[in-house]
């Protein structure tokens, strides 16, 4: 190494220069590519058919947009994850801030992943179904009697080491006590697989516990879910012919904060979108450690959403969230990192993926 006193004055402000230059040089560049990407598309995509689904941090958030709006979502896959609302503290309003998230953290981690609270009867799955309903009818989310028709999606692998198979379980009796019938829910349990989102053949081998948290185990999850919640689909496309856009959420996030959003977001669009007005949207909530600043397109282009949403009219968002000193996995909020109302319509991520939806909605420019 050499030292710093061996360098002349000279020779030292000349190395500073060159470096502010490269430093000026790579915000310069940080900001054309920004101000360069392209906003979410006016498609004139049919609202009423919505749908969602989500691994891990991702499930509860599909679970958690599904109740707060099905009025127009008609199904929710919940991958890995828990009931709705299983980590809010009954203590958390007793304590301002931070200090709320806090509580609801350390229950999270315990309780609706770990299963450690067993013992207290956490998950309580009928509790947790009364509080929504309550929740609905001080108007925080839709009326849960709405999602009475509704499909959902459960799964749960066998040697996922992170969210216990019985906080799963659980999850179908929440919804059950919600009032949706047996016939509507569909619990997977695949003795083989741990924590991921599985496929047929991407990934990392069935049973892994790790990043990029996608696995092969000869299972189509993509398909299954979205006939599920759908009915039966045409054949999906042995090549798909739409394409990934990225985009900027910052227009979808004015006025919100804080968000833990990303500035880029992607959604799959298949050419007949583009052409004709009228398809359904699915979201997809990654799970933490899983936007694509962490592990690329690992999530979103092997998940084997695209090859559905070609021969079935479905437009798939991929909305993505970004690491912060207080998130750093980058998860989706399920205990209240942005604000104490993280489960209700008024909730910053369901606002901003609530305003990205509702812009794929707006007629076609031209039209």
Same mark, same amino acid.
């Given at each position: 190494m050499v030292s710093l006193a061996a360098i002349s004055p000279s020779?030292?402000?000349?190395?500073?220069?060159?470096?502010?230059?490269?430093?000026?040089?790579?915000?310069?560049?940080?900001?054309c590519t920004e101000s360069d990407l392209p906003e979410l598309p006016r498609l004139a995509a049919r609202l009423d058919q919505t749908s969602t689904s989500g691994i891990s941090s991702g499930a509860y958030?599909?679970?958690?947009?599904?109740?707060?709006?099905?009025?127009?979502?008609?199904?929710?896959?919940?991958?890995?994850?828990?009931?709705?609302?299983?980590?809010?503290?009954?203590?958390?309003?007793?304590?301002?801030?931070p200090g709320a998230a806090m509580l609801n953290?350390?229950?999270?981690?315990?309780?609706?992943?770990?299963?450690?609270?067993?013992?207290?009867?956490?998950?309580?799955?009928?509790?947790?179904?009364?509080?929504?309903?309550?929740?609905?009818?001080?108007?925080?989310?839709?009326?849960t009697d709405l999602s009475r028709q509704d499909h959902i999606y459960l799964y749960?692998?066998?040697?996922?080491?992170?969210? +216990?198979?019985?906080?799963?379980? @659980?999850? !179908? =009796?929440?919804? #059950?006590?919600?009032?949706?019938?047996?016939?509507n829910i569909s619990l997977i349990e695949n003795r083989l697989a741990g924590h991921a989102f599985v496929t047929e053949s991407e990934g990392l081998a069935c049973g892994?516990?790790?990043?990029?948290?996608?696995?092969?185990?000869?299972?189509?999850?993509?398909?299954?879910?979205?006939?599920?919640?759908y009915g039966p689909l045409g054949t999906p496309s042995p090549s798909p012919a739409g394409h990934y856009l990225h985009f900027d959420q910052r227009p979808h996030l004015a006025g919100l904060s804080p968000t833990g959003l990303a500035d880029t977001g992607i959604v799959y669009i298949p050419s007949t979108c583009e052409a004709t007005p009228g398809c359904r949207i699915h979201?997809?909530?990654?799970?933490?450690?899983?936007?694509?600043?962490m592990v690329g397109d690992a999530f979103y +282009?092997?998940?084997?959403?695209? @090859?559905? !949403? =070609?021969?079935? #009219?479905l437009i798939v968002l991929?909305?993505?969230?970004?690491?912060?000193?207080?998130?750093?996995?980058?998860?989706?909020?399920?205990?209240?990192?942005?604000?104490?109302?993280?489960?209700?319509?008024?909730?910053?991520?369901?606002?901003?993926?609530e305003a990205m939806i509702a812009r794929l909605g707006e007629p076609a420019s031209g039209s």
């Amino acid at each position: 190494m050499v030292s710093l006193a061996a360098i002349s004055p000279s020779t030292a402000q000349t190395r500073w220069a060159a470096l502010v230059v490269a430093i000026l040089a790579l915000l310069w560049l940080n900001a054309c590519t920004e101000s360069d990407l392209p906003e979410l598309p006016r498609l004139a995509a049919r609202l009423d058919q919505t749908s969602t689904s989500g691994i891990s941090s991702g499930a509860y958030m599909a679970g958690q947009f599904h109740l707060a709006h099905n009025r127009h979502v008609i199904g929710a896959a919940i991958i890995a994850g828990g009931p709705y609302g299983c980590a809010e503290s009954a203590f958390a309003g007793l304590v301002p801030g931070p200090g709320a998230a806090m509580l609801n953290l350390n229950k999270a981690m315990s309780g609706c992943m770990l299963d450690g609270m067993r013992f207290m009867g956490i998950p309580d799955a009928e509790w947790l179904a009364e509080k929504a309903r309550r929740r609905a009818e001080r108007g925080e989310i839709d009326p849960t009697d709405l999602s009475r028709q509704d499909h959902i999606y459960l799964y749960t692998g066998e040697k996922d080491r992170i969210v +216990a198979s019985r906080i799963v379980r @659980r999850t !179908a =009796d929440f919804y #059950r006590a919600l009032g949706i019938p047996d016939a509507n829910i569909s619990l997977i349990e695949n003795r083989l697989a741990g924590h991921a989102f599985v496929t047929e053949s991407e990934g990392l081998a069935c049973g892994s516990n790790r990043s990029p948290f996608v696995t092969d185990c000869d299972y189509d999850q993509a398909g299954a879910l979205l006939k599920q919640i759908y009915g039966p689909l045409g054949t999906p496309s042995p090549s798909p012919a739409g394409h990934y856009l990225h985009f900027d959420q910052r227009p979808h996030l004015a006025g919100l904060s804080p968000t833990g959003l990303a500035d880029t977001g992607i959604v799959y669009i298949p050419s007949t979108c583009e052409a004709t007005p009228g398809c359904r949207i699915h979201i997809a909530f990654h799970g933490c450690a899983q936007n694509e600043i962490m592990v690329g397109d690992a999530f979103y +282009a092997k998940a084997g959403f695209d @090859r559905w !949403a =070609d021969t079935n #009219r479905l437009i798939v968002l991929f909305p993505q969230t970004r690491s912060t000193p207080t998130n750093p996995q980058g998860c989706w909020d399920w205990w209240g990192y942005t604000g104490p109302d993280f489960l209700t319509r008024t909730a910053p991520q369901i606002r901003a993926v609530e305003a990205m939806i509702a812009r794929l909605g707006e007629p076609a420019s031209g039209s």
